[in-house]
């Protein structure tokens, strides 16, 4: 097949896989984080005309499982069935993860695959028995060396361990430490973000040793195929399954077509198993190595990963109830840079949803529908290339350059960040080129311009946020008058939308949440708001949605110099949490660089780049100043770099 393009008939599946996960405990939000990430990249790559192959589904076996299913006292295959049932209908259906396959490691196909594998691992001399003492984490079901312990707990979740003393087969990871190791520098992609390569690193030059893979005393599991005394291990087994799914013994053919995986998307803490025994593993069957394990950062509450042994979790189907699939969603891939811990508030939650979707998408929806109504009849007029003064197209292409290029690298919040970047061009069009005045001045061709502008605009950002949300792409298109779903980012491009098309207004696409502590503008319900925004009259004041444009965070000051030849500059350095940027500010009178190393400033995040004096500037501080007095504003007490200031 070589020579076919991504996508054609007989090319390569672009294969995707979410971690699959323990039934044990009722999946939380932090989870769906995970499933959701990946059911939007999958869109993406669908759209962009790519077959896909997107999995997901449970790891089913091993000691915790079988303690739940005794505590409860049901057989464990009763036991996992009944809480497979509860994640893949209703969670995941109602979350619109669009999986093409769902696996669960205690189907046939999977254990023919486990089985298959030990023993040409055995035969080859890769698998050996010996004994096995140590500590084990039942919880995680790992393993863990006593010099790895903390207070002689479980580092990764602090749970109590215990002392397993036991024979046991044992896999020959150390045969391959060079082999991986080499492996990892030599493909920079291969490990994602570039953070979690150096802990990979580190994690391999502290020495690995031969990894036990079976467990005499636990029942529940894949039989050693010519010991059954023993049950194959739950991580050995479980990381198979991204071969079963892929056909690896009972379809070649698909097999040779989709693997090796394109991603392997799992949470940071689970990157180890995936970078280092599973490539190894791979290695040891003569299989390619996926191309990319992306480890993303958690879902925190309080500071605390969310987990259920904390007790911290929050229901995702609550959510889903109270504020929808989109909400959910965005708020997941938007709120938190992908690759970086994030915090989970609902007032966060909340805030998305009514600045973003309420107020920046939904109103210049229902404000572009009502002024085509207005001026030209609910029909979307025709565009004139010589009376555009906003350069719409030239707009549009770049905004979608963003994208794309954001979602080749996974970073799905900046991604949606761009098309955000669309949606305040248009809603600062209609500032600009104010309809209204030109209605009353007569002046048709601007007029026509600005609608369709605003009409087609709004039909690309359908088409950008169609990876993202389940139902407002289609509601937007419904009421522009285009039903047919987005099919090819190609779409994605100006002037597709066809003169003449009759648009159909709806209901508001999503309707402020009102009883926040957000403070909405008082008594500021749907359809006043839609009133007041259709008519825009200039205030001093301004709405708290305004106050949360800025993003402001909490930084610090990592190098400051003078700038030559400006006698007020200073050049600082600053670290914002996730990157380095340079910031050029007038403090040179008020400060000697040294004195702001290391000191903790307000940085405007989301200000417009711009030179000054030839030094891009990326940024500001927010200082204080009455008279000759001025004073850089700092947290009272150091917080994270990246802190949001609100
Ligand atoms: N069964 C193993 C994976 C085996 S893959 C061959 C497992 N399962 S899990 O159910 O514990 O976790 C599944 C995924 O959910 C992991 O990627 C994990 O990181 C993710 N998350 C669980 N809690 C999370 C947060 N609070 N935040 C983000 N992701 C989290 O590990």
Not at 152 to 170: A, L, T
Not at 189 to 213: H, K, T, V
Not at 598 to 625: C, D, F, T, Y
Request: hydrophobic content about 40%.
């Amino acid at each position: 097949m070589a020579g076919q393009p991504e996508g054609a008939p007989g090319g390569k599946v672009w294969y995707i896989t979410t971690p699959i996960y323990y039934p044990s405990d009722k999946l939380h939000i932090g989870h769906a984080y995970t499933t959701v990430a990946a059911d939007a990249l999958a869109r993406y790559h669908r759209l962009q005309g790519q077959e896909v192959l997107f999995v997901t589904g449970t790891d089913e076996h091993g000691q915790k499982i079988q303690r739940r299913a005794e505590a409860e006292g049901v057989p464990p295959q009763v036991f996992v069935d009944r809480i497979v049932a509860a994640i893949r209908d209703p969670l995941w259906q109602r979350l619109g993860i669009s999986y093409d396959d769902f696996i669960r490691t205690t189907e046939e196909r999977h254990v023919r695959v486990v089985q298959e594998a030990f023993r040409r691992l055995y035969d080859q001399g890769d698998i050996y028995k010996g004994h096995y003492e140590g500590w084990y984490c039942v919880p995680d079901e790992t393993f863990w060396r006593e010099s790895k312990l903390v207070d002689g707990k479980c580092p990764d979740c602090g749970r109590p361990v215990e002392w397993v003393r036991e024979e046991s087969y044992f896999f020959r990871l150390t045969r391959y430490r060079d082999a991986i190791y080499q492996h990892i520098t030599a493909h920079p992609d291969f490990i994602q973000p570039p953070s979690r390569r150096n802990e990979m690193l580190s994690f391999i030059e502290s020495g690995l040793e031969d990894l036990s893979i079976s467990r005499p005393g636990v029942s529940w599991g894949i039989p050693v195929p010519f010991d059954p005394s023993h049950t194959v291990y739950v991580w050995f087994d479980a990381l198979l399954n991204y071969i079963t799914a892929a056909g690896w013994l009972d379809d070649p053919a698909r097999f040779a077509r989709t693997w090796p995986a394109d991603l392997h998307l799992v949470g940071k803490e689970i990157v180890r198993f995936h970078t280092v025994i599973w490539p190894v593993m791979l290695m040891a069957l003569g299989l390619p190595l996926p191309r990319q394990v992306f480890g993303h950062g958690w879902l925190l509450i309080d500071n605390t990963k969310m987990s259920k042994s904390r007790g911290n979790v929050v229901d995702p189907l609550a959510l889903l109830d109270r504020y929808g699939v989109d909400a959910v969603r965005y708020f997941l891939l938007r709120e938190v840079p992908f690759g970086s811990d994030g915090s989970y508030t609902e007032e966060a939650l909340i805030l998305r949803i009514n600045v973003d979707l309420a107020n920046d998408l939904g109103n210049l929806l229902n404000r572009t529908l009502v002024m085509l109504e207005r001026f030209a009849g609910g029909v979307i007029p025709p565009y004139h290339p010589e009376a555009d003064r906003l350069g719409l197209p030239g707009v549009v292409a770049e905004t979608v350059a963003r994208y794309q290029e954001a979602m080749e690298r996974l970073a799905l919040s900046d991604a949606l960040a761009a098309v955000w970047g669309l949606v305040r061009v248009l809603n600062k069009a209609i500032e600009d080129e104010s309809p209204w005045t030109l209605a009353r001045a007569g002046e048709q061709g601007r007029l026509e311009t600005v609608l369709y502008g605003l009409a087609d605009g709004l039909r690309v950002v359908s088409v950008l946020l169609t990876p993202f949300l389940l139902e407002a792409p289609g509601a937007m298109r419904e009421q522009l008058g285009i039903p047919e779903p987005a099919g090819s980012l190609a779409e994605a491009r100006f002037g597709l939308l066809a003169p003449g098309t009759r648009t159909r207004r709806g209901k508001v696409l999503f309707p402020r949440i009102e009883e926040t502590r957000a403070a909405a503008p008082a008594g500021g319900t749907p359809g006043k708001e839609a009133k007041q925004m259709a008519d825009p009259a200039a205030t001093s004041e301004i709405g708290i949605e305004d106050v949360h444009r800025l993003d402001l965070r909490v930084a610090t000051v990592e190098a400051a110099e003078v700038v030559e030849g400006a006698d007020r500059l200073l050049k600082l350095t600053v670290h914002d949490g996730e990157r380095h940027r340079t910031i050029v500010s007038g403090i040179r009178a008020h400060y000697r660089p040294e004195d702001l190393v290391g000191r903790q400033v307000v940085l405007v995040a989301n200000l417009k780049p711009a030179r000054i004096r030839g030094i891009l500037s990326e940024g500001m501080l927010l200082a204080g100043s009455a008279g000759d007095q001025l004073a850089v504003v700092t947290p009272l007490s150091p917080l994270p770099d990246g802190a949001r200031v609100k």
